[in-house]
């Protein structure tokens, strides 16, 4: 299939672009965060989203959703990145959408229908240090009557504090570094023995640290089988970590484009700035590194949408270049607004706060890039 | 079975039937490959043997029409057959500037009879061509050439000199950027078309850093140059020469092989093993790698359906010539001292070294990284000024 | 035991006795420092004490002549001091634009009268000072500055806009570029003192991106500066600005201080022994570190004995501050999502964050990078053109 | 100490770059080159060397020498950068020299005169792979009579067809990534069981790949003392090191001031190309990167002129310095010389060439930021 948008995929494009702009452009971001909202995000917003569908992307047809796929996914995230959007959409309906695909029948016969219907957040409670390293898993699961009790600590929960559901990986068997052994649970948010210490991000997200002491669970919050967790917990990871590159060409575009108007416009020395050859050279280099940028993530989203066995390898190279570009367009950017880049003002250093957040998201660049060799 | 899928079948049995053995192995190098001419030395007769059957089907130029030697087929065919002849390992069966080149500047600006006459010659590798652009003192800044035809009724009467004319020492005919008008800078200039034994033409190689001489010197004293020799119209030669630029970019964004996309750090183990920061800079560039991939993929897929800028070709090359350069230099890197080694049996002469060397000049051959930034930022970015 | 050692030996045993114990704590932030001034609030007795008697002993300025509220000291005794100073972890008594900046001036261009007048009020942290170069329409081009002093007999009438005054909201003076001639860009600029509280005098301060809001833009109404106010020569002020801002990028050069040299592999050993790439990449930055420290100090013992190119601070400043753009972007990886927290008291209210979002303006504050480059490449390199 | 040349240093510095560029251009090195000559450098030129007492820079003037430190050996060395001089300079009578002050007496009352008059050169025989690792020697020596038995292979032996004393670290105890049980071995070049496999390198300089089967040596061939070879072996490395850090000091600076006076000649687009801004800021960019490494070089040379602890860290940073900095240097002038700078003709590929061969001397940039780490 040839790497650019379909016509179908255009026009869901020319949905999700001018709700977005309309509905949650920057200054979205900005009133949530000046009125210091504690949601982190809107949850009206939320509700339109599943109003126009967006929620449904992922889940199958045959229970309720669009039955579409990771490309058609990335379109929504690449303008809610764009736009600077907070939103769940990322961890709830495409992260965690994924991992319950591969879960049982009884699990998506209770979330997807409150997911399609914007009734739902789920939150992904995956690491247990500052870096993202899924394998290295150390929380402990033990058997418990007829389900498990959850002893640990998670941090970067995003939305952690007001999920109806997380998605926890814990360890029932084997040990920290060993894909096998691990499992992943389902947790209802009123499971007793869960505490959360939320705070605020850089970005203006609100994320949790959650501490698990011996948190019960019945056997059917399993996502898939005992042990056997990598299974949809790589799922779920494919799906997040892409979608978080997707996200990213958005930030990083948004960037680039808000930083070139501006070259065309700010005059110094006699001359608007934009004719100054070595800001050219670098505006067009940044150019070339987000369009490889995007080439990858519609690459990657292919291959996972067909089920390509190297969609893994393609997947961590898309999250590497993303970051890597989607950096360098907010340090450009900053840079090349000069003073006024600094100011909270203008919007530049919001996107330079969010790329940040979504770089160290699912692991960074330099993680990525670990895999690739 | 489609239409597509019978001919990719029939196409995979043809090639397995007609492709001698030794033109399965890899390339070793430009001297290694069929150049065709005149005066060109078949390596051995199996060489021989695959142009002619190749060019006897029309495929060494699968998509040109019959009419001009080609194969006629449709790009998707022309694809296939390319996918079909890298499975089986099929060694291309003719380099040529005429086919990348002037071909393609002939099937848009050539006459019917300059077609009929000249593109059946390249197709079966009897005329070898080179490219008379550059000039010592115009180099990035083309249009500044001084190479001088002067008018002189049924013919011009060219003097002057090129640099970078690519193997001018074994191709048997030039096409050139010949002044016309010194007082039109753009328009004043005219492709022309001429047999490099007309007298008055010399050339002299370019021994390059690599220790190799694939450019020369050309030197043009009084070449007289039959009128109808010319291609498009006469100062117009601008317009042929910018539309093979692109054409060239094109082709050299889409060269990406199989073969350069490999993982350094998985081609030297040991170093990847024991250079734990070295094996990060090869990790982090196996990642450049992947993504050029699919930016190639990317580009040819948008270029061909007519959605690409039509300056994108030099962010590609700009792209991916950095990227080619930097690659060797982390293969040099992991290759450590068995890789300065410059003479030796065991390092098949230096290969090694010498092909690094040989990537330095990706980024200014055919447009140098800067211009192509000053092309992007103009062009795609929009950007104001000089 | 030569005269220098014994003064090192009566500065430590000096230090030790009269350094309070809390002034030998590192300081937290710019806002945990002492800055003086009429409005100052000081954290704690120990602060003003520490002003107090390092300003009696003009320790605040160690090398200015006592005169005026210096302690006379030499190059190499105030050399001494500082680095006994930083053996006890001694703060800095006083942080102050009017030492740093106003002060080398007043040095250089004042008037007797003026040295004697401002200075011993700079050095006892009497009055605190704000710069005003910098307008909205004005900033990497200052000398297209447009704040303009009419000239009234006995004093000029100023109005206009500045911005990136740093702290000017809680400054008592401004040291201040104004127009004083339309008609001459260069030679049509004054370098003005006048008190805040002059009626039309307002300030705004700007929130950045880090939260914090350390400048301010700052608006003059028709403020009257009386004609004795003016350090130099009418509209020279051009003069004293350059030589400001070369000290200003020669202080900034030799600002690398012990702490920021630490290796970054070795302050987060998690994320080291994890995240092989990410390790390789916090080694090759503490080679720049290390080469850093050794370039400052070099350029330092050229500088002092006059061995320097007068432009070199110009590269010290580019060097030094993209170094610490990317020392921070290196700490918010290795600092993984625990540095993303914003608000949190684990966070200590995201100081890593916040602290890496400033260093953004390392490069733009002071002359940005693109300016820095200009003046190496036409300066130092001796490089043509515009 | 001031981090600057002293005035004896200054007259140094100015007898040797005049003696350098009259006696040994670049011409110099193409005409060795293209005669083909074999032994690599000129003999006569060595010769000289020792005449103005170059080659006793570092000899104690006890030994005779001049009992100078490694600020002085380094302007030498960065002068032999300059004009890419052939020579064996770094490795007899920096390397080698530094190595034989921790042996013992009879070694330096046999070698320094030799050294001293010119009559000696000396290779080092120290990477057993393609990559620097000297603490995993492998090479065996075990006893034999009254002396030792080499059995192993050594690459990368620069001089060492022409070499009449070898040293070689062989391991007599512990194993291949150990720093104790080395042992360094002065090797005569008539010992019995030495072949030589000589090519020349991309430099023009010419390599051996030696193998030792069996070859016998006295105990006092030992340099210092058995199993403790780690000592002279440091001394060694540390002094070529930096000397090849300075000498690349000398080859980056040459490439960039040969690049900048060509950004001020050539002409296209109706100007001169230094006044493209991009170019402007790249050769700036450089001439800061260069400076750093020249500042790093200095300072590591006071450090272990001084014997402080610090020198080997430094060293390695310097290394490390020195080689990105050339690198970007040599880069940059082949690409701003455009097309002419991709011919024989032209100096700036030669300074390319010598470029590769002295980062991979003694290690790399990675190796050594990997010990900075």
């Known amino acids: ?373 | 079975m489609s239409d597509l899928e019978s001919f990719r079948a029939e196409t995979r049995a043809w090639l397995e039937a007609n492709c001698p053995p030794e033109m399965r192995e890899p390339v070793r190098d430009e001297d290694d490959a069929c150049w065709g001419g005149r005066n060109f030395k078949f390596k051995n007769p199996a060489q021989k043997q695959w142009l002619d059957t190749m060019a006897a089907k029309g495929w060494t130029v699968p998509d040109w029409p019959k009419a001009f030697g080609g194969g006629g087929l449709t790009a998707e065919e022309t694809k296939a057959l390319r996918s079909e002849m890298a499975k089986l390992g099929c060694r291309t069966p003719l380099m040529s500037f005429g086919i990348w080149m002037l071909g393609p500047a002939l099937l848009k600006f050539g006459t019917e009879e300059q077609k009929l006459h000249y593109l059946p010659q390249i197709a079966r590798g009897e005329i070898r061509w080179c490219q008379g652009y550059s000039e010592p003192g115009s180099g990035s800044d083309l249009v500044s050439l001084q190479t001088f035809g002067e008018d002189k009724g049924d013919h011009w009467n060219v003097n002057g000199q090129k640099i970078w004319t690519s193997y001018a020492n074994h191709a048997d005919w030039i096409f050139c950027l010949v002044r016309t008008d010194k007082t039109n800078k753009y328009q004043g200039i005219s492709f022309l078309l001429f047999d490099m034994t007309t007298p008055g033409v010399t050339t002299k190689p370019i021994l390059l850093i690599s220790g190799n001489s694939p450019f020369c010197e050309t030197f043009f004293d009084n070449v007289k140059v039959p009128k109808h020799q010319i291609v498009g119209e006469l100062n117009r030669g601008w317009d042929v020469a910018k539309y093979l630029l692109g054409h060239e970019r094109e082709m050299i964004s889409a060269g990406g092989n199989g073969d350069g996309m490999a993982s350094i750090g998985a081609a030297f183990p040991d170093s990847a093993a024991t250079e734990p920061v070295l094996r990060a800079q090869m990790a982090m560039f196996d990642v450049e790698t992947i993504v050029f991939r699919a930016h190639s993929e990317r580009f040819m897929d948008e270029w061909k359906s007519g959605r690409a800028h039509p300056a994108y070709s030099n962010l590609m090359k700009y792209v991916g010539t950095e990227l080619n350069k930097t690659r060797h230099e982390l293969v040099m890197a992991a290759g450590g001292s068995d890789a300065l080694e410059w003479e030796s049996r065991r390092s098949k002469g230096g290969a090694r070294p010498r092909s690094w060397l040989r990537t330095k000049a990706n980024s200014i051959e055919g447009g140098t990284s800067e211009v192509m930034l000053n092309v992007v930022s103009k062009r795609i970015l929009d950007m104001p000024g000089g």
């Not at chain 1, 575009?253 to 050279?281: C, N, P, W």
């Not at chain 1, 969010?354 to 692991?363: C, K």
């Open chain 1, 1 to 373: 299939m040839a790497l650019y948008l379909s016509d179908d995929q255009v026009m869901l494009k020319d949905t999700v672009a001018p709700f977005l702009s309309d509905n949650a452009p920057v200054k979205h971001l900005r009133s949530l965060r000046d009125c210091k909202d504690q949601a982190g995000f809107s949850k009206g917003l939320w509700k339109q989203f599943a109003e126009l569908g967006f929620t449904g992307i992922l889940i199958p047809e045959t229970n309720g959703g669009l039955g579409l796929g990771h490309v058609e996914a990335g379109i929504v995230l690449e303008e809610i990145g764009r736009n600077l959007t907070p939103s769940p959409f990322l961890t709830t309906a495409v992260a965690a959408v994924e991992a319950l695909k591969a879960g049982g029948n009884a699990l998506q016969a209770e979330w997807f229908p409150k997911i399609l219907a914007g009734d739902a957040i789920v939150a992904l409670a995956i690491d247990e240090g500052a870096k993202h390293r899924p394998a290295a898993t150390a929380m402990v699961a033990e058997r418990s009557g007829n389900g498990f009790r959850l002893s640990g600590k998670k941090q970067f929960v995003l939305h952690g504090h007001v999920a109806d559901m997380l998605l926890v990986a814990a360890r029932t068997g084997g040990s920290a570094g060993e894909e096998s052994g691990i499992t992943l649970f389902a947790v209802p948010k009123d499971a007793t023995g869960m505490t959360m210490d939320v705070d605020r991000l850089v970005d203006s997200a609100m994320s949790a640290r959650v501490t698990f002491d011996g948190v019960q669970v019945d056997a059917d919050a399993v996502v898939g089988e005992v042990d056997a967790g990598w299974g949809p917990l790589t799922k779920l990871l494919d799906a997040g970590r892409l979608g978080a590159s997707a996200e990213m060409v958005g930030v990083g575009s948004g960037a680039m484009d808000m930083t070139i108007d501006y070259l065309k416009q700010r005059r110094q020395f006699g001359k608007v700035i934009g004719e100054f050859q070595s800001l050219q050279h670098r505006a067009a280099h940044l150019y070339g590194e987000m369009e490889g940028a995007r080439s990858i993530v519609i690459k990657a989203q292919h291959l996972l949408d067909d089920d390509d066995p190297r969609a893994e390898l393609f997947i961590a190279a898309a999250k590497a270049k993303a970051g890597k570009s989607c950096n360098l367009a907010v340090r450009e950017g900053v840079q090349m607004h000069g003073g006024i880049g600094m100011t909270d003002e203008y919007d530049i250093g919001l996107f330079m706060k969010r790329d940040r957040a979504l770089n160290e998201f699912f692991g960074d660049s330099y993680f990525h890039a670990d895999q690739v060799a």
